[in-house]
Structures are given as C-alpha cells and as structure tokens.
C-alpha cells in the first residue's frame, strides 16, 4: 500500500467526511460565513447546496467538530424521499423520543415538549437535514410547521437543509414553497475550488496524513489535477488516491503533471461504456455528432434497434448480391 511506502500515517484523500480534513477554500470560506450569520440569528431556515461531491457533507462535519455542545443540541439527518409524517419520526428520533404507535398529534407535543426542555436547560436545536433535494413538499411543509415552535419570542428549533443545485432552483421557483422561502435567512450555494486552491488542498490533506515530503510534487502535477477535476472535491480526491497508488507501484519519488495523465486515461478507460461519448457511424446524412448515452436510455435503445435494421439490411444486400452475381455468369451448355 502507498501509504507505507511514504510513510503515511492513512490515506489522505478518502472520500468519508473526516473534520481533520477541513480546508477552507474560498467557496467553503463564504459558505461558513452564512452558516455563522444564520446561526446567530437563532431562527428560521438555513440553506447551502452544491453540486455532487462539492464538499457539503464535509461542510457538517466541520460544522459538528466545532460547535460548543453545551449550547447548541445539533442532530443531524440524511434525508430519503419521505413524506411529512416520515419526516417527522425521524425528526423526533433524533430527539431521542420513541415514535412507534404514537399518533401524529401526540408526536407533534412530544417533539414540543423535548424542545423545551432543551431551551430550558441553555440549549438550542439545530436540525440538519441533507439531501433536502429529495424532500417531497409535504415533508418540507412538516419542517417548517417546526419552525413555527417558540418559547417567550424565541424558536426553539433552527433547521438547517443542504442539497444539490436543483434544490435551489426548486424553492425559488415552487410557490407551493413560498412560506418556506420566506424563512431562508441565509443561503449560499457551493462552487468548486480556484485552480490556485489545488496546491494548497492536496497538501493540507497530505500533511494532516503524516507527509513528510514524500512524494514531492511539480507544478504540472496540481495543473493536471484541476483539469481533469474541475476543481470539485470529491473527484480530486478519487484522482489523488489512484495517482498515489500509481505513484507508489512505479516507486516515483516525485510526481509530474505526465503521471496524472497516464492515472486519468486509466480511470476514463475504466468508466463503463454507457458513460463514455459514442460517435454515430455515417448512417446520418449529416456530420458526425458525439452522443452521451447515459444522457437518456432512449438513445441507446434507438441506435440499438437501428443496429440490428442495419444488419438485417445487410443480410438482404448480400443475399441479393449473390443472386445478381450467379445470374450475370455465363451458363455452361450441358453439351460441354
């Protein structure tokens, strides 16, 4: 294993929401910076997306690593596409009550109750919910009906959501969600990192590791890093761990930006063909056009059923060919 090779204490680019891997990139910076705002404000709703792999779920672990447990009570929910009473139960479960064969209502009292009991004793409730784009609207409506909860003009509970994109663009353009929309008190929305953060990144990753220099790195190598990466965590880290396995079976004591091409090309050939580009043979009259097939499973079933047109049609050509061939031969007298 590389990490014994370089004398890595663990793998520094694991995909697990670690907190000692924090880095505060520019975007992830912003991002603390609302959470911080809308958490001081004690209330209402709390909103960070990203795209896949943007470092959401790292964000939380930061933010669970850090908080100070004595006055804040944060639970913390990886939602599925459950429906508001659903919703709800777990919602109360993170509380610590029992919800088996309790009403709707009762539950509704106990989760007031706990709440609190939790104000009473200093303690505010943050609630973190992620994978919000997932939440159908009844769900989302059971968490907002929470929000309503206070004690002497004050909300005993914070509701903190994060999501991908389309989260975003759904609550701004549902008005199914208008209440919702107008208890955001903070949002920001994730971007992935500066081709400048690349260096910075992967070495405070290395070093939390145990790096002590080894390997060592060239400038190419960060470049190449962000492009094929695009920046985006979750996918730096996947290219890091390979290139570091690559690095440590060729015995390279310094990487260069040609090692990440050659990992890349290993990893692009690796991807199933359903996720590479396919080009359309030139059945087409008009130029060739690059198709994603995973983009719809229509296609692939199209250009499936024209494949097996084409060799049909093919089969007949040559069986007419044959014919058209034996017909244009002389024919030899039975005299001869």
Same mark, same amino acid.
């Given at each position: 294993?590389?990490?014994?090779?370089?004398?890595?204490?663990?793998?520094?680019?694991?995909?697990?929401?670690?907190?000692?891997?924090?880095?505060?990139?520019?975007?992830?910076?912003?991002?603390?910076?609302?959470?911080?705002?809308?958490?001081?404000?004690?209330?209402?709703?709390?909103?960070?997306?990203?795209?896949?792999?943007?470092?959401?779920?790292?964000?939380?672990?930061?933010?669970?690593?850090?908080?100070?447990?004595?006055?804040?009570?944060?639970?913390?929910?990886?939602?599925?596409?459950?429906?508001?009473?659903?919703?709800?139960?777990?919602?109360?479960?993170?509380?610590?009550?029992?919800?088996?064969?309790?009403?709707?209502?009762?539950?509704?009292?106990?989760?007031?109750?706990?709440?609190? %009991?939790?104000? !009473?004793? +200093?303690?505010?409730?943050?609630?973190?919910? #992620?994978? *919000?784009?997932?939440? /159908?609207? &009844? =769900?989302?409506?059971?968490?907002?009906?929470?929000?309503?909860?206070?004690?002497?003009?004050?909300?005993?509970?914070?509701?903190?959501?994060?999501?991908?994109?389309?989260?975003?663009?759904?609550?701004?353009?549902?008005?199914?969600?208008?209440?919702?929309?107008?208890?955001?008190?903070?949002?920001?929305?994730?971007?992935?990192?500066?081709?400048?953060?690349?260096?910075?990144?992967?070495?405070?990753?290395?070093?939390?590791?145990?790096?002590?220099?080894?390997?060592?790195?060239?400038?190419?190598?960060?470049?190449?890093?962000?492009?094929?990466?695009?920046?985006?965590?979750?996918?730096?880290?996947?290219?890091?761990?390979?290139?570091?396995?690559?690095?440590?079976?060729?015995?390279? %004591?310094?990487? !260069?930006? +040609?090692?990440?091409?050659?990992?890349?090309? #290993?990893? *692009?050939?690796?991807? /199933?063909? &359903? =996720?590479?580009?396919?080009?359309?043979?030139?059945?087409?009259?008009?130029?060739?056009?690059?198709?994603?097939?995973?983009?719809?499973?229509?296609?692939?079933?199209?250009?499936?059923?024209?494949?097996?047109?084409?060799?049909?049609?093919?089969?007949?050509?040559?069986?007419?060919?044959?014919?058209?061939?034996?017909?244009?031969?002389?024919?030899?007298?039975?005299?001869?």
């Amino acid at each position: 294993m590389y990490t014994d090779h370089y004398g890595l204490a663990e793998r520094p680019f694991q995909l697990t929401p670690d907190a000692r891997y924090w880095f505060e990139s520019r975007t992830h910076k912003k991002a603390m910076a609302y959470l911080g705002y809308g958490l001081a404000q004690g209330e209402g709703f709390i909103v960070i997306t990203g795209e896949i792999g943007a470092g959401k779920s790292t964000l939380v672990a930061h933010l669970m690593a850090t908080i100070d447990r004595e006055r804040l009570n944060a639970i913390s929910l990886v939602s599925t596409q459950v429906e508001g009473d659903d919703m709800l139960r777990l919602a109360a479960l993170g509380l610590g009550l029992q919800t088996e064969g309790v009403a709707k209502a009762q539950l509704l009292d106990r989760i007031e109750q706990r709440l609190r %009991e939790e104000a !009473g004793r +200093g303690k505010r409730t943050l609630l973190i919910v #992620d994978e *919000a784009q997932n939440l /159908p609207v &009844s =769900a989302l409506e059971e968490l907002r009906m929470l929000s309503n909860f206070t004690s002497q003009g004050r909300a005993l509970i914070q509701i903190f959501l994060l999501g991908q994109p389309e989260f975003r663009d759904r609550v701004a353009a549902d008005d199914s969600l208008e209440q919702l929309r107008q208890r955001v008190i903070a949002a920001h929305h994730l971007e992935a990192m500066d081709a400048n953060e690349i260096e910075p990144y992967s070495i405070h990753r290395l070093a939390v590791a145990g790096w002590q220099g080894r390997p060592g790195f060239e400038p190419e190598a960060f470049a190449a890093l962000y492009r094929h990466t695009g920046g985006v965590p979750r996918k730096l880290n996947q290219l890091a761990t390979r290139l570091l396995l690559y690095a440590g079976v060729e015995g390279l %004591e310094t990487i !260069g930006g +040609g090692d990440v091409e050659a990992v890349a090309a #290993d990893m *692009a050939a690796d991807r /199933p063909a &359903s =996720a590479s580009k396919r080009v359309l043979p030139l059945r087409q009259p008009t130029a060739d056009v690059a198709v994603d097939a995973s983009m719809d499973p229509r296609i692939a079933a199209m250009e499936a059923r024209l494949d097996e047109q084409e060799a049909a049609v093919r089969r007949v050509l040559t069986v007419l060919l044959d014919w058209v061939e034996n017909e244009s031969r002389p024919r030899r007298s039975n005299a001869a």
